[in-house]
């Protein structure tokens, strides 16, 4: 492991610690205790420690596999347990067991405030924060503890553990010990412990010579720290930020600049797309005066064109101009006939339609077919009945196009 400063935050003085200073090897080179800002060891990773007294660790069981509504329902599932209102602590759910159940650290958010503040005002940015007792080296399935001075601290799992009087140590194994009910551990061992505790539950115990420095540098290099950091949600620092966002810069770094080259490309195309529309326009308007020297000015020159040519082929005569020459066509068909007559004739849009009288439906149909077999013009009858010795008819005459 790299080297480490170790900074143990006193009970009730959050601006006072005891720092050690561990090797790569996980020994103790140095320690002592001074306040915050005189602690020595600048430059190595920093692991604050916090009273274990002052934090409550605990675990609860919510049955939902969401992380967002476990997160809402730990202080409802934990207020039994509570002596402050829920607005006042800092909730911070660990890793789910196997068993289901989900280890909890609450802390006030004052005394989060205080230990912060007080860090922040030396100078210091620690890379973990954690209980006191989550540094303790693991054993298997044993607990492990140290008496130090005059508290002991006892870590009985992975993010669980406590911490008390060290006169009060068989009081507080028989209470764990009672709560463990069926899943005992298999020893207890606790570093510094002058005597055998007299214990209610039949569990080995063992006493070793390590002092609380040395406990807590070996379960620090061991990689024994609890996953129950505390500085989450409103806790987290920037520089936790920036570190969660370091390795996404790269790639952030790479999408930004293929979105300005795509950019530039699009902005690009776009105005070389603009330049030649703009020649086309003025192309336009020069042939459009040279075709039509006699316009005063131009507007919407396409449609201006596309006008103009087909006045000249005749494509917007008057409606007036197509029922005359529709009549110049058919009139020459019914002058001088006495097989039939013109009773009356409408012009409705395209469309001619012929009312008549004649002498047989024979006579209507030869007049039907010579004006269909004319070219520009296309004939259907659309009634015909006797009456009288005649035949009334209408003939639809419709004009070709050329």
């Given at each position: 492991m790299n080297p480490t400063r170790i900074l143990r935050l006193q009970p009730g003085a959050p601006d006072q610690a005891q720092w050690i200073l561990v090797d790569r090897d996980g020994a103790v080179e140095q320690q002592g205790e001074c306040a915050l800002d005189q602690v020595a060891g600048n430059g190595r990773d920093l692991v604050v420690l916090v009273p274990s007294e002052e934090v409550l660790l605990a675990s609860v069981n919510v049955p939902t596999q969401s992380r967002q509504k476990l997160i809402q329902a730990i202080p409802f599932a934990l207020e039994d347990q509570l002596t402050s209102d829920i607005e006042d602590l800092h909730f911070v759910p660990g890793t789910r067991q196997p068993d289901g159940s989900c280890p909890v650290a609450v802390v006030?958010?004052?005394?989060?405030?205080?230990?912060?503040?007080?860090?922040?005002?030396?100078?210091?940015?620690?890379?973990?924060?954690?209980?006191?007792?989550?540094?303790?080296?693991?054993?298997?399935?044993?607990?492990?503890?140290?008496?130090?001075?005059?508290?002991?601290?006892?870590?009985?799992?992975?993010?669980?553990?406590?911490?008390?009087?060290?006169?009060?140590?068989?009081?507080?194994?028989?209470?764990?010990?009672?709560?463990?009910?069926?899943?005992?551990?298999?020893?207890?061992?606790?570093?510094?412990?002058?005597?055998?505790?007299?214990?209610?539950?039949?569990?080995?115990?063992?006493?070793?010579?390590?002092?609380?420095?040395?406990?807590?540098?070996?379960?620090?290099?061991?990689?024994?720290?609890?996953?129950?950091e505390l500085r989450t949600g409103a806790y987290t620092s920037s520089s936790d930020r920036r570190a969660w966002l370091r390795p996404w810069i790269p790639a952030a770094a790479l999408l930004l600049t293929w979105i300005v080259l795509d950019t530039g490309q699009l902005l690009s195309e776009r105005w070389q797309l603009q330049q030649e529309l703009n020649t086309l326009d003025t192309r336009v308007e020069e042939l459009f005066f040279d075709v039509f020297p006699d316009a005063?000015?131009?507007?919407?020159?396409?449609?201006?064109?596309?006008?103009?040519l087909n006045r000249l082929r005749g494509g917007d005569r008057p409606a007036g101009d197509d029922l005359l020459d529709t009549l110049l066509l058919v009139g020459p068909y019914l002058e001088g006939e006495d097989d039939f007559r013109l009773t009356g004739l409408s012009w409705r849009g395209d469309s001619l339609e012929l009312e008549l009288r004649a002498s047989s439906l024979q006579r209507l149909d030869a007049l039907q077919q010579t004006l269909d077999d004319e070219d520009a013009l296309a004939a259907e009858i659309r009634q015909a009945r006797s009456e009288d010795d005649e035949v009334h008819g209408r003939l639809l005459v419709r004009r070709q196009p050329s």
């Open positions: 006030e958010h004052t005394r989060m405030r205080a230990w912060l503040d007080a860090l922040n005002d030396a100078g210091l940015a620690p890379m973990r924060m954690v209980p006191d007792v989550l540094a303790l080296p693991r054993q298997g399935d044993a607990w492990t503890g140290v008496i130090d001075g005059q508290r002991v601290l006892v870590r009985t799992g992975a993010s669980t553990g406590f911490a008390g009087e060290a006169e009060n140590l068989a009081i507080l194994l028989d209470a764990a010990l009672e709560e463990a009910g069926d899943a005992p551990p298999g020893h207890i061992l606790i570093d510094g412990a002058e005597e055998t505790p007299e214990l209610a539950h039949d569990v080995p115990f063992s006493a070793g010579q390590r002092d609380a420095a040395r406990a807590l540098a070996a379960g620090v290099a061991a990689g024994g720290l609890a996953p129950a005063n000015r131009l507007t919407a020159p396409r449609q201006r064109m596309e006008s103009q």
